[in-house]
């Protein structure tokens, strides 16, 4: 079940496109030719900033009886953890400098392993989440966010769905209006997020159908390896990978 989907695409050393992007955002996406990458393909039918098809997803559930997988919402249709929430730049800085700003801040951060991960629920979507905290994964994240905040224009509000707000505490509520991201800070927890929202009996039977399959992905953890820029190049939605930039270089 995991052959749906296209040659694997690697952005490494692909040429950033040349149109204006509205927005970027830094988030972990899947190393190319490993498990998690193979996965990634399979369960959305994305490959090299493709659309989101859920190609795995009909397949995996069609025994299930299960209805079809909601679409992730969101700025990005691939496997991803946010680390730094989509942005505009603010006046005066520019792509390159970005750019830049990144690939020496990558440069400088080691790579970070989660350790076991596991499938579960978080709110009204289905996650792969790192079973123990890191402190080292916590701090790599919390330096996302304050190293690129001054690139962010706070001008520009982010347009939060009005349903998972309900669900912020307070102090959710100040961070996503300060970062545009309510996970952050002492609230970050690395997570994948595998669904749009669903209902806790649809998230419980399409975990069941998933468990055999991420099995060994989650037994393993992952490493994150790289920091990926995410950009809509010509203002297009949604967001696609730009280029990951090793860490420690």
């Keep these: 079940m995991l052959n749906h989907a296209a040659v694997e695409y690697d952005p490494q050393d692909a040429p950033l496109p040349r149109q204006a992007c509205a927005r970027y955002g830094i988030s972990f996406t899947p190393k190319p030719n490993t498990a998690l990458a193979a996965f990634s393909r399979s369960w959305f039918g994305y490959a090299g900033g493709g659309s989101t098809l859920h190609a795995f997803s009909g397949a995996g559930l069609s025994t299930h009886g299960g209805a079809k997988v909601p679409a992730m919402p969101g700025s990005y249709p691939g496997l991803h953890a946010m680390l730094k929430a989509p942005f505009a730049l603010r006046p005066g800085k520019g792509p390159d400098a970005l750019r830049s700003r990144l690939k020496s801040f990558a440069k400088r951060r080691k790579p970070v392993a989660t350790g076991p991960l596991t499938l579960t629920r978080e709110g009204r979507y289905l996650v792969l989440r790192a079973e123990q905290v890191d402190p080292a994964l916590d701090w790599l994240a919390a330096q996302c966010v304050s190293g690129f905040d001054g690139f962010a224009d706070d001008r520009q509000p982010v347009q939060p769905n009005e349903r998972d707000v309900r669900t912020l505490n307070p102090y959710q509520r100040l961070l996503l209006e300060s970062f545009g991201d309510a996970n952050v800070m002492s609230e970050f927890r690395f997570c994948l997020r595998l669904t749009g929202p669903m209902e806790p009996a649809q998230i419980?039977?399409?975990?069941?159908?998933?468990?055999?399959?991420?099995?060994?992905?989650?037994?393993?953890?992952?490493?994150?390896?790289?920091?990926?820029?995410?950009?809509?190049?010509?203002?297009?939605?949604?967001?696609?990978?730009?280029?990951?930039?090793?860490?420690?270089?």
């Design 204 to 249: 419980e039977q399409v975990a069941e159908a998933l468990a055999p399959v991420l099995e060994h992905i989650c037994s393993e953890g992952i490493e994150i390896d790289a920091l990926s820029l995410l950009g809509d190049p010509g203002g297009r939605s949604p967001l696609r990978l730009l280029k990951r930039y090793p860490l420690g270089g």
